[in-house]
């Protein structure tokens, strides 16, 4: 897949997430309070973002999470970033 329209393609950093033991039972559908910003992995930038000289594939940047787009293609997930929701370079 290779990313258009100021677009950035990127891999979210899997975080191992104990659960608690919990004395009561919560619905899998219930949204938790998520983190306002992610770390990510670039995979492809669009060749017409302006980060396009400054980020490399396997660069970390952080993002605003809920900008995050999941998009499925031939039974693989990706992730889909606009330049704009790109706060910081790690």
């Known amino acids: 897949m290779i990313p258009l329209n100021k677009m950035i ?9 104990e659960k608690p033991q919990q004395s009561f039972i919560i619905p ?9 910003h992610e770390v ?3 995979d492809k930038i669009s060749q017409d ?5 400054i980020l490399n594939s396997g660069d970390l940047i ?5 900008m995050l787009t999941e ?3 031939n039974d ?3 992730f889909l970033v606009s ?8």
């Open 62 to 66: 952080m993002v605003e999470s809920h």
């Open 28 to 36: 899998d559908d219930v949204v938790t309070k998520k983190k306002p």
């Open 76 to 78: 693989e997930k990706y």
């Open 9 to 17: 393609l990127v891999s979210t950093m899997q975080e191992k997430q």
């Open 49 to 53: 973002s302006r980060f396009s000289d």
């Open 71 to 73: 998009v499925v293609y």
């Open 40 to 42: 990510v992995k670039v």
């Open 83 to 90: 330049e704009n929701a790109v706060l910081a370079k790690c």
